[in-house]
């Protein structure tokens, strides 16, 4: 289940610090535009609580929690679309993701350059969502032209992808995304073929202040850009990317003693991981057992033998059934067996559709 965020923004806003705090790596991360020349790729654990909990009921040998991928891509700039900057490379690395994480500058520094000039995060955010639609309005076009006389010679799916695509060149020129257009199933079905860039899910991370970071309401740009985010029915999340890459260093328990003093609930990070997982649609079901108790990442929707096929083909092949319980009732009755004792473990077949905290043994023949 290879899916990927890319996390962009403009020069100079705290991505590679973010993602060296993602992934506890020290890729480059300094004060000068187009730091980062290559995309960098790390995976992550995805932070579970649950399975914190079934460890503790099974005491595994070994632990394995399922993973995401983030791409570091290099900052945009104002003409990426027409290979300002770094921009061509850019825009083709971002292609490559599933989802964006944009990282808004929302702070003052007069020791960190900003690209503008000066900090506004919604001219930043319009920077680049404009550049985005601009080469997302040049694929457009370019399809358009090389399909517009079979539209013309009523070939029928001709006619019908001619139709989308002139609604998406339409709202493209308005500077709109196109995950924000009023569209049918039938157009969106057509869009999965296009790889355009604006179709993607965005969650918007405010990047601020050490001082402002247990309150971002404080924080005025903070503000704009969360009400920028519900705007368009996106998430907004609140982060300082320098604690994340202190807290990356660090043991479970000092990081939780850290984040309690700074008045912080929760790591900005574990709730970035947490929504780029969820913002795709993935969802996660448990193997259990004394050698090993392991998280698994399936799309919502996925029936048990998919799921089965997840861990290893042959198990989908030879699929006959699926033993299931859930993460709720394991809690409620802390063991198999009391689960057997009051008929909670359930005998499911081919046409169950796997549920999130499902926890799982496969039957199969081969």
């Not at 290979?83 to 702070?107: K, P, S, W, Y």
């Not at 000066?118 to 955010?125: A, G």
């Not at 969502?129 to 601009?134: A, H």
């Amino acid at each position: 289940m290879a899916l990927t965020a890319g996390i962009v923004g403009l020069p100079n806003v705290g991505k590679s610090t973010l993602f060296n705090a993602i992934t506890n790596s020290k890729v480059l991360a300094v004060n000068y535009p187009f730091a980062t020349i290559n995309p960098n790729v790390g995976v992550v654990e995805v932070p579970d609580e649950r399975m914190e909990e079934i460890v503790k009921l099974f005491n595994p040998k070994r632990t394995i929690y399922t993973t995401f991928e983030f791409t570091d891509i290099a900052g945009l700039v104002k003409g990426a679309s027409k290979g300002e900057g770094l921009g061509n490379q850019f825009l083709g690395n971002i292609r490559q993701t599933d989802a964006i994480v944009h990282v808004v500058r929302c702070f003052d520094d007069e020791n960190i350059e900003h690209v503008d000039g000066s900090v506004d995060p919604i001219r930043d955010i319009e920077v680049i969502n404009l550049e985005l639609c601009i080469a997302d309005l040049d694929s457009v076009e370019n399809r358009i032209g090389r399909i517009a006389k079979k539209a013309q010679s009523k070939d029928k799916d001709a006619m019908r992808e001619y139709q989308t695509l002139t609604k998406l060149q339409e709202g493209l020129k308005e500077g709109k995304s196109v995950r924000l257009l009023d569209l049918d199933d039938n157009d969106r079905e057509w869009i999965r073929n296009y790889g355009l860039l604006t179709a993607k899910p965005v969650i918007y991370v405010a990047n601020m202040g050490e001082e402002e970071i247990a309150d971002p309401s404080s924080n005025s740009y903070f503000e704009k850009v969360s009400a920028f985010a519900a705007g368009e029915n996106s998430e907004c999340i609140a982060i300082c990317a320098k604690i994340e890459e202190e807290l990356s260093g660090m043991e479970k328990e000092e990081k939780k003693m850290f984040l309690e003093e700074l008045g912080i609930p929760c790591s900005g990070l574990d709730q970035i991981i947490k929504a780029a997982y969820h913002l795709l649609g993935l969802r996660t079901f448990f193997t259990v057992g004394e050698p090993e108790c392991r998280a698994w990442t399936f799309r919502e929707g996925m029936k048990a033998p998919q799921c089965a096929g997840i861990i290893h083909t042959d198990f989908e092949k030879g699929f006959i059934r699926a033993e299931i319980y859930s993460y709720d009732d394991l809690m409620e009755y802390k063991s198999e067996p009391a689960l057997k004792e009051h008929g909670k473990i359930r005998l499911e077949g081919k046409e169950y559709l796997m549920k999130d905290g499902d926890i799982v043994f496969f039957r199969f023949n081969v």
